[in-house]
């Protein structure tokens, strides 16, 4: 176990926003969890994990706790599937890497999202037609409250678009400490419809792809529009895609014919938070050091030396901007602390 006082959390935060915590624990296995939080109030606790999806404004006077289990193992194996176990400090990109190498298939869709795999449930992460609820199993936690491990199924997580229990009525309750993942040993079921997929898949002469291929074709794609947050400071996606009902598209085709949109159910699309801050103008807008990315207007950044507050500034306009010129209120999907 690690403790430190007054340190900078700029290596443990994807946007590099340079903020101090006045006390600082790391913690490497349940046990050493467990004794920190007998320390510690719930109301005092900063949980930490990969640090990619969140915006930091101002230092922290809580006591944060960095996530740092580590550990993967092939629980249980048949045939046609295997059920597999990560701890939550687990890289997710390079536990993906893991899965795709033995062959496990479901999450090759969701490589190189940046994180740990203890906060993917929390969001219930997603990219090109895929969320971690389709191959999500169960996650062990442990409560705050009585400092004992508890299990949550799948119904038990309440997965939603980038939203789940823990970010509900469990938020503050428990911590996850691993997470299992039901994967398919055979008959891989590729989704290569959404995004570029098809057309990397088409340009490469790739024409019975394996989840490799595809997990290939996301890297290749996300790396040609998101940049690396080690190169210039990001939390990926700011904002979710907005949800909007079928009247309200109607309504917007009259004005804007080549808005695009994904079916969500009979009543329901999504819409590109994206598509509507390139066509507010604001893609590649920049306001000192923090911005829009230049590739993907989905995406702020961090210059150099944004404070968080700028970069909160900065997603408020582009919200308002948003919303005056569609009538469509976007989100973000990342915490703001």
Known sequence: MKILSNISLKPYNTFGIDVKARKFVEVTSVEELRETLKNIYASELFILGGGSNMLLTKDVEKTVVHINLKGREIVKETEDEAIVKAMAGENWHEFVCYCINNDFGGLENLSLIPGNVGTAPIQNIGAYGVEIKDSFKSCTAMDLQTLELVTFSREDCKFGYRDSIFKNEAKGRYI?????????????QLNTSYGSIDQYLEEKGIKDPTIGDISEAVINI??????NPKELGNSGSFFKNPVVSKEKLEELKEKFSEIPFY???????????????????????????????????????????????EILALSEKIQKKVGEMFGVEIQPEVNIF
Request: glycine share 10%; aromatic share 4%; net charge positive.
């Open 176 to 188: 996850i400490t691993s997470v299992n993942f039901r994967l398919k040993k055979k008959d891989h």
């Open 263 to 309: 079916v969500v159910d009979e009543d329901l699309v999504k819409i590109p938070a994206g598509w509507l801050i390139e066509q507010a103008g604001l893609k590649g807008h920049r306001e000192g050091d923090a911005g829009v990315h230049k590739k993907q207007a989905l995406v702020l950044v961090n210059y150099g030396n944004a404070t968080g507050k």
């Open 222 to 227: 996300r790396e040609s529009k998101l940049p």
